[in-house]
């Protein structure tokens, strides 16, 4: 049993990437091939958002986004502590600080009510992360960042393809980014990444970012990154768009019916009212001893995973920041609970019964 199957789901389009790789390899536009543009205009018109731009990871997205703000060392940007490291890595590089917000127990995601606390003068943006493949309460992110006038950055590297309240996930905040990792709910055949806002001026700053600040050839206006999507990439998420829909349905009806079936059992995901859920990780909480669940689960060979099992304010390369087991009770909390069961959009009935059964035989 794979946790992901990305197999089932390269049948379905190897003969649209076979001939499109080729194609690419006869004419070798491998660096900026016209692939690129074309998945650029196609998430761009599917998120709604009015410009988007790839780059080479979800990781330069975020770090693309936030050297396109110019901010200033020591400039602070909040965040979630319970997120993949890339989200705090990528302030940290810059030289600006991390200031982590607590979650909410439902979403898991950043608890908007918490955010205003930890403002001060340096505060510059706000990155809350869609966890899981749902949205952060983004309209209450919004309103408390217009007020302040910070800029907000929604971390979807798991939730493109997502809802809130009518709109899509990517095209809800100043700025968004996404990551093409394999496993993400669109991935692509390596690393890659995209950055969306409807801001003009952003965008043009975006694009000459992840090419060496280069603004015409040669012509260097800005310290830049060598960030471009690869055209085989582009190739592979533009085959892959085509079955991207339908995929998103199949994952909220698996994610639905993992729920009727788990939910009186262990706690299940916590749809927010008028959201979707892409079910990046389809996560559980255990009430206790989740290792040795997980190790159980193992026996079985059904395979789990932890989404995360330490927040970011208590890795060690943050210790210098101060932190303490303690600051954040619902990251460190859930950190101990959670675990995601085998998601993607090929799981058939049985195999998912499977996978139920062996939940209440290792609980
Ligand atoms: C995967 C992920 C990233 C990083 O994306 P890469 O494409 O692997 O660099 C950033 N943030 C979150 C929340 C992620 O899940």
Do not use: W
């Not at 089932?8 to 692939?35: H, M």
């Not at 607590?102 to 908007?112: G, L, Q, V, W």
């Not at 992110?141 to 950055?153: F, H, R, S």
């Not at 989740?290 to 099992?309: L, Q, S, W």
Request: hydrophobic letters at 40%; one cysteine or more; a negative charge.
């Amino acid at each position: 049993m794979q946790f992901i199957d990305l197999q089932s789901q390269y049948k379905i389009i190897e003969a649209k990437i076979s001939s499109s790789l080729q194609d690419i390899c006869e004419n070798a536009r491998f660096i900026l091939g016209r692939e690129v543009s074309e998945i650029e205009e196609k998430l761009a018109a599917y998120t709604g958002a009015e410009y988007a731009i790839s780059c080479a990871s979800g990781t330069d997205a975020l770090q693309i986004a936030l050297m396109a703000l110019n901010l200033e060392v020591g400039d602070e940007v909040i965040t979630t502590p319970f997120t993949f490291f890339a989200t705090g890595e990528v302030i940290a590089l810059l030289g600006l600080k991390p200031v982590f917000v607590d979650i909410s127990e439902d979403s898991y995601n950043i608890d908007p009510t918490l955010i205003e606390a930890k403002i001060t003068d340096k505060t510059k943006a706000i990155i809350p992360v869609s966890l899981y493949g749902q949205c952060a309460d983004m309209n209450a992110i919004n309103a408390i960042a217009e007020k302040y006038e910070l800029t907000v950055i929604e971390d979807a590297a798991q939730s493109f393809g997502a809802e809130y309240k009518g709109k899509k996930s990517c095209n809800l905040s100043t700025m968004a980014t996404a990551s093409f990792f394999p496993s993400k709910p669109l991935g692509c055949y390596g690393d890659g990444g995209m950055v969306f806002t409807d801001n003009e001026k952003l965008s043009q700053d975006i694009k000459i970012i992840r090419n060496h600040g280069q603004e015409k050839r040669y012509c260097h206006s800005k310290i830049g990154l060598n960030s471009r999507l690869d055209t085989m990439q582009a190739a592979v998420l533009l085959a892959k768009m085509d079955i991207f829909p339908d995929e998103v349905q199949k994952r909220a009806q698996i994610g639905a019916r993992y729920t009727k079936l788990l939910q009186n059992l262990v706690k299940t995901p916590d749809i927010q009212d008028n959201q979707t859920h892409v079910y990046a990780q389809y996560t559980i909480e255990v009430e206790r001893d989740r290792d040795g669940f997980c190790e159980r689960m193992k026996e079985k060979n059904i395979p789990t995973a932890v989404h995360y099992p330490r927040p970011l304010h208590l890795q060690p390369v943050f210790a210098d920041l101060g932190f303490k087991e303690g600051d954040f009770p619902i990251a460190e909390k859930v950190s101990k609970h959670v675990l995601s069961l085998p998601m993607h959009p090929y799981l058939d009935e049985k195999t998912q019964d499977e996978i139920v059964a062996g939940v209440k035989e290792c609980l």
